[in-house]
Each structure stands twice: as structure tokens, then as C-alpha cells.
């Protein structure tokens, strides 16, 4: 018979030359790393764009928000007046210092006046009542002749008085007889929106405009001519007809780059606000990243070859030490992991059968002296039972059981120690059963853990705490409420307020503000101490009390009591007509017509206003108002109270 040879124990691929192997290695990782980052760039290049979406978006929202505020405030303080200038004629100094303090509450007016039928200025915010006629004026004739009270946003002029560009507000004063009787105007410097606008990051091909709805530019970011007719343009011939808010691609009108386009029509007023971003702005982060991730890959390929070369050098060996790593995997595996823990064998009955020589420098234990021992004589007594628990859940020779507990060190000390059980061998025997066992010094882990879980509490406490007074914040009073308010049938709510705190600032400066704020704090605090009930800072002078399972008469006695132990502490205020620092309360507590909570706060609210109308430095039931009467005299005292106070 002919001679044959043995089959060759490496099988199909030992017959592969090793440099195919290698060659078809490195090609194939080669294209699985470029491939990756081929994927990776794209991947990249849609994110970024989908991020610059999603940022120019929100950024036109909170513009448009912006700019509707903006023009809403001024809207609301017009309003007034010319509700005012239907009834009467005030007197020019009286009403032109009311104009004045208007424009200083609102940082957006330039200046707010008032012309008469014939177009003459009757009152302004300006320090000299302009002499010029402004029936010339679009504004002017349009509220002439049409009996709109609506606002009216005017394209940008110039000011006869600097040559300031502004926007013009206006608004009709229509007499009691109907007829025509002025206009109420204000204007707006466009520096106040472009102020705001250059802090904003949109790169320098970017852009910010506010327009009319007719298409007419009020004001752009960075700089252009105001007045620029911008109705011929896709967004008003196309796609402010199909939605109010929208993006996409175009070429800019104002420098002819391709750029990236949100726009979104404001709520309420005729104008819409666009935020335009460059591509290359918006994508300057993926190229930067690109050439991240280009040397990166570089790197990588590097490292194939290398590792390719490597390979090449070590295939010859391979099957040499193939069958002596097999033989002693097992031994380098436990030797490698666990050099460091100490490894111990327990018998059937707890006995200790070998332990390793790292415990004596882990636990200070020698060995020799622990063989034949129980392994329980060095476990602490309260976590004996949960050591045996961990042993009778293993039920197979690859299940491992953990568990962290005292352990006994050489010196009487405790430590605790991790440790890692499992079935030494599988066998049918019960009394031959082995476990094996990895210990391993957790302590200095354990007392890691301990202080962070300190940690977390403690902060957990600062989120639900005011800074100053450490009476609870406004969100944890807003919260306990909530929850009170469901699960109680009774319930109150105390608002309290510091009288002429304001005068206080003024007179004794800030700190000695802070120092009566926590005073007053205290004494609100130490009321509802030991108690179910919550003292919470509401928001600068004001405090607030919950009072669940309480009735209006006991809730009122615990405002009295507050209020009066305020006074007790004898803090003088001199601008306070009493001398010292008071506070006023109002109390109202659930009752079968109250909608919620918010409305019970509503209620107490209320009660407040009316202790401060009737002069402070008291407490007032809510169910004791008579409302159309408290209501009345809201509308005929407002601005009554000094700034800083409420005036509700």
C-alpha cells in the first residue's frame, strides 16, 4: 500500500500561504476603516446640518417671542393712555412725567408722545415737547382717516429731532363722540434690536431681520438699509402662504451666499422675524472633526500594517504554542485576574481548605492559621446570613454569586470586602461540595460610596432650598402644594409680605436687607417647625404657608402669630411710618368653590392686596372680602403702593 501522510491537525487553513492571510487581513481591515469613516463623515455632515436646523429654528422662535414682547409691552403701556385721553385732558407736566417714566420702565422706547387732531405734540417724554406737525406722517393720516385701534407698526423714518433711525408705533385716540382726537406714538431705535442681536453667534455670512408683514425691512443684523422693500422675495410670494414658520435653502438678497433660512410670522403683530446661517458656518465644527477623524484614520492604518507585519512574524509560532496555551489557560486566567484578591476553598461543612497568601497582606491573616477554621468566625455576625444566602443561590458549576460584607481583619478591625462564590466542582454529593471563594478590600470603596450617597442627599437638599433663608424655594412649595392640595379635604395657604421692604434696601442697603429677609424667614419658619405643614421663600419679600388639615380661623391664628412675632423682633425701618419692620398676611383656605390650587393661592393673594390697601400690618381672611368692592378699588389704586411692593 502507498504511503500516506497523516491529516494535517490544522486543517483547510494551514494549507493558505500565511502572506495571503496576511495580505487579505490588511485589505480587509483597510476597508472596513475607511468605510467607517466614509460613513462616519456623512453620518457627521446630516447631524450637523439637522443640529443647525434645529438651532435656527429655536433661535427664530425665541426672536420672534423677543420682538412680540418687545412690541406687546409697548402695546399694553399705549394702550392705557389712550383709554385715558378718550375720558380727559390731563394737565401737560403731570402727563409728560408719566410719559417720561414710561420710557425709562421700557428700555426699547427712544421717546412716547402724543399729537393732537390737528398733528400738533400735546405731550411727550422728551424733555422739550417737539414744535414740528407731524400730519405729513403715514401714521398720522392712516389713524385720520380709518377708525382702527389697533397698533400700527410704521416703516422706519427718520427723527426730525436727531436723525436717529426708529420704529413707529401708533395708536388712534378716538374721542367719546367718535371723532377722531389724536395719535398716541412711540419709537423704538432699531439699536435696541441690533444690541440684541450682535450677541447672538450666527457666524459672519449670517443674519437676523425683522420685517413687516407686507415685506417691508424694519431691521436687520448685520447692518442694512431699513426700508428695503423685500415683498418680491420667495418667503412673501411663496412660503409665508403656505405656513407661518418654515426653513430651507436660499441665496441671500442682502450678499448672494447660500445660505440656510428659518423664518417664523409673530403671534400677534404684523411682522416676521428670519435668522439666516451660512453653510459653512454650520458645518465648520464637521470639517474641523473631519480632519480629526482623517488623521485618526491615518493612525489606524499605521497600526494595520504594523500589526500586519506582526502577524506575518508570529504565524510561524502559532501552532507551537497553541497546545501549551490551551493546557494552561485556565491557571493564567485565575493567576492574572485574581492576583491581587484573595482566593480561599470552603468544604461542605464551612471549613476553610486553602487560602491564599495574599491575605495576609490584604486582611493582615496568615495562611496556616486559618485552614480548618469555619469561614464564619471572620464574617461579622449581622452579615452572616446574608453570606449564607449567596452560597444556596448558586445552582451550576458557571454560577457566581456576590456579596459585600464585614470581614475581620488580624488586628480586630473590620473591613469590608467583596466576595465572589462559586461552585468549585459539580457533583452528586452534597457532603463533597466545594465553593470557591474571591475576596477582594472594598473598604476604601465602600467609604467612597458612602460619602457620595452624603452627597446626594445634601445636594438634593440645596435643589429644594433658598440660598438665603433656607426656607424651602419656590419650586418645593409649588410641588408640596400640589400634593397637599389632592390629598387633603382641609387645607390653607398663607401669604405673607415685608412692608415698605423697599424703603428698607434703600435706607439701610442691601445686606441689611439680606440679614431682615433671614430674621423674618425664621420667625415664618419656626411657625409650621414640627409641624405637616411648609414655609417657603415665594419671591423676594414674600413668603407663603401651607397648612394641610387647617381651617381658615386656625390658619388666620397662625398669621397673627407670625405677624406679631415679626414685630417682636423690634428691627427698625425708618422708612416705614411705624418705626419697625411689619409684615401683612392674607389667608384663605379650600372650600367647595375653589377650582385648584393655583386658584386657593389666587384667593390668598388677594387677601394680601387687600391688608396692604388697608394699610399693612395685617392679616386678612379671603372669605371675609366683599370681592366687587376689593375689585373696585384694584382698578382706582393701582400703582398705590411704593416700587418693590405688590400691586396687584
Known amino acids: 500500500m502507498p504511503h500516506r501522510n497523516p491529516p494535517d491537525p490544522g486543517?483547510?487553513?494551514?494549507?493558505?500561504?500565511?502572506?495571503?492571510?496576511?495580505?487579505?487581513?490588511?485589505?480587509?481591515?483597510t476597508a472596513c476603516v475607511l468605510g467607517v469613516m466614509a460613513w462616519k463623515a456623512l453620518d457627521a455632515k446630516k447631524a450637523a446640518l439637522a443640529s443647525g436646523s434645529s438651532d435656527i429654528q429655536n433661535l427664530v422662535h425665541s426672536l420672534s417671542e423677543h420682538a412680540s414682547h418687545t412690541i406687546q409691552a409697548v402695546d399694553i403701556a399705549m394702550a392705557g393712555m389712550v383709554d385715558l385721553l378718550k375720558y380727559r385732558n390731563p394737565k401737560p407736566d403731570r402727563f409728560n412725567r408719566y410719559l417720561t417714566e414710561t420710557a425709562k420702565t421700557l428700555p426699547q422706547l427712544r421717546g412716547i408722545g402724543v399729537a393732537d387732531a390737528d398733528g400738533n405734540w400735546s405731550y411727550s417724554s422728551l424733555p422739550e415737547t417737539p414744535r414740528h406737525n407731524v400730519t405729513d406722517r403715514s401714521y398720522f393720516a392712516?389713524?385720520?382717516?380709518?377708525?382702527?385701534?389697533?397698533?400700527?407698526?410704521?416703516?422706519?423714518?427718520?427723527?426730525?429731532?436727531?436723525?436717529?433711525?426708529?420704529?413707529?408705533?401708533?395708536?388712534?385716540?378716538?374721542?367719546?363722540?367718535?371723532?377722531?382726537?389724536?395719535?398716541?406714538?412711540?419709537?423704538?431705535?432699531k439699536e435696541y434690536f441690533n444690541g440684541f442681536y450682535r450677541t447672538l453667534h450666527i457666524g459672519t455670512d449670517g443674519g437676523i431681520t425683522l420685517i413687516r408683514n407686507d415685506g417691508i425691512l424694519l431691521t436687520r443684523w448685520p447692518l442694512s438699509d431699513m426700508g428695503t422693500d423685500l415683498s418680491r422675495t420667495s418667503l412673501f410670494t411663496k412660503h409665508l402662504k403656505l405656513s407661518p414658520v418654515g426653513y430651507y435653502k436660499i441665496i441671500s438678497p442682502f450678499d448672494g451666499i447660500a445660505k440656510y433660512f428659518g423664518y417664523e410670522a409673530t403671534p400677534h403683530y404684523p411682522m416676521v422675524v428670519t435668522v439666516a446661517m451660512s453653510e459653512d458656518w454650520l458645518l465648520s465644527g464637521w470639517r474641523k472633526g473631519l480632519r480629526t477623524d482623517v488623521i485618526v484614520a491615518g493612525v489606524l492604518l499605521c497600526m494595520i500594517l504594523m500589526l500586519a507585519a506582526?502577524?506575518?512574524?508570529?504565524?510561524?509560532?502559532?501552532?507551537?504554542?497553541?497546545?501549551?496555551?490551551?493546557?494552561?489557560?485556565?491557571?493564567?486566567?485565575?493567576?492574572?485576574n485574581n492576583i491581587a484578591d484573595i482566593i480561599i476553598l470552603i468544604d461542605a461543612r464551612s471549613l476553610l481548605r486553602y487560602v491564599s497568601r495574599s491575605a495576609e497582606p490584604v486582611l493582615g491573616l496568615r495562611p496556616k492559621d486559618l485552614i480548618g477554621k469555619s469561614c464564619f468566625d471572620l464574617v461579622h455576625r449581622d452579615d452572616r446570613?446574608?453570606?449564607?444566602?449567596?452560597?444556596?443561590?448558586?445552582?451550576?458549576?458557571?454560577?457566581?454569586?456576590?456579596?459585600?460584607?464585614?470581614?475581620?481583619r488580624g488586628d480586630g478591625t473590620l473591613a469590608w470586602v467583596e466576595s465572589k462564590?462559586?461552585?468549585?466542582?459539580?457533583?452528586?454529593?452534597?457532603?463533597?461540595?466545594?465553593?470557591?471563594?474571591?475576596?477582594?478590600?472594598?473598604?476604601?470603596?465602600?467609604?467612597m460610596e458612602d460619602e457620595l450617597t452624603q452627597l446626594n442627599r445634601r445636594l438634593t437638599q440645596l435643589a429644594a432650598t433658598d440660598g438665603l433663608t433656607n426656607l424651602t424655594n419656590r419650586r418645593t412649595f409649588d410641588g408640596f402644594l400640589r400634593r397637599e392640595y389632592e390629598a387633603c379635604e382641609e387645607i390653607a395657604v398663607l401669604l405673607l409680605d415685608i412692608d415698605n421692604f423697599k424703603g428698607y434696601n434703600d435706607t439701610y442697603g442691601h445686606q441689611a436687607g439680606d440679614r431682615c429677609l433671614q430674621a423674618v424667614a425664621r420667625a415664618i419658619g419656626d411657625a409650621t417647625a414640627n409641624t405637616s405643614g411648609l414655609s417657603a421663600r415665594y419671591g423676594g419679600e414674600e413668603f407663603a404657608v401651607v397648612l394641610p388639615n387647617t381651617t381658615e380661623d386656625a390658619?388666620?391664628?397662625?398669621?397673627?402669630?407670625?405677624?406679631?412675632?415679626?414685630?417682636?423682633?423690634g428691627i427698625p425701618n425708618?422708612?416705614?411710618?411705624?418705626?419697625?419692620?411689619?409684615?401683612?398676611?392674607?389667608?384663605?383656605?379650600?372650600?367647595?368653590?375653589?377650582?385648584?390650587?393655583?386658584?386657593?393661592?389666587?384667593?390668598?393673594?388677594?387677601?394680601?392686596?387687600?391688608?396692604?390697601?388697608?394699610?399693612?400690618?395685617?392679616?386678612?381672611?379671603?372669605?371675609?372680602?366683599?370681592?366687587?368692592?376689593?375689585?373696585?378699588?384694584?382698578?382706582?389704586?393701582?400703582?398705590?403702593?411704593?416700587?418693590?411692593?405688590?400691586?396687584?
Not at 145 to 166: G, K, M, Y
Not at 385 to 408: I, M, P, Q, W
Not at 440 to 446: A, C, M, N, Q
Request: charged fraction near 30%.
Open 11 to 29: 486543517g483547510p487553513l494551514r494549507r493558505v500561504p500565511s502572506t495571503a492571510v496576511v495580505i487579505t487581513f490588511a485589505l480587509v481591515m
Open 142 to 189: 392712516y389713524h385720520r382717516d380709518a377708525p382702527d385701534n389697533s397698533l400700527r407698526i410704521s416703516e422706519p423714518s427718520q427723527s426730525r429731532l436727531d436723525d436717529q433711525s426708529s420704529i413707529v408705533l401708533s395708536k388712534r385716540i378716538t374721542r367719546l363722540d367718535g371723532n377722531f382726537g389724536g395719535v398716541v406714538v412711540a419709537a423704538i431705535d
Open 310 to 336: 506582526l502577524l506575518a512574524l508570529q504565524f510561524r509560532f502559532r501552532n507551537k504554542i497553541e497546545r501549551a496555551l490551551r493546557e494552561r489557560e485556565a491557571h493564567y486566567r485565575l493567576l492574572a
Open 385 to 408: 446570613e446574608s453570606v449564607k444566602s449567596a452560597t444556596a443561590r448558586l445552582n451550576g458549576v458557571d454560577s457566581v454569586s456576590t456579596v459585600v460584607f464585614r470581614h475581620y
Open 421 to 447: 462564590f462559586k461552585l468549585a466542582s459539580e457533583t452528586d454529593d452534597p457532603t463533597r461540595t466545594e465553593f470557591l471563594c474571591v475576596i477582594r478590600d472594598v473598604t476604601e470603596r465602600k467609604r
Open 555 to 569: 390658619a388666620l391664628k397662625v398669621a397673627e402669630s407670625i405677624r406679631l412675632t415679626v414685630r417682636a423682633l
Open 574 to 648: 425708618t422708612a416705614s411710618s411705624r418705626g419697625y419692620i411689619t409684615i401683612s398676611a392674607g389667608v384663605a383656605a379650600r372650600n367647595r368653590s375653589t377650582l385648584d390650587e393655583a386658584a386657593l393661592v389666587g384667593e390668598a393673594d388677594t387677601a394680601l392686596y387687600e391688608a396692604k390697601r388697608l394699610g399693612r400690618n395685617r392679616s386678612i381672611l379671603y372669605s371675609s372680602l366683599d370681592l366687587q368692592y376689593v375689585e373696585s378699588e384694584s382698578i382706582q389704586h393701582d400703582g398705590e403702593f411704593a416700587p418693590g411692593e405688590r400691586t396687584h
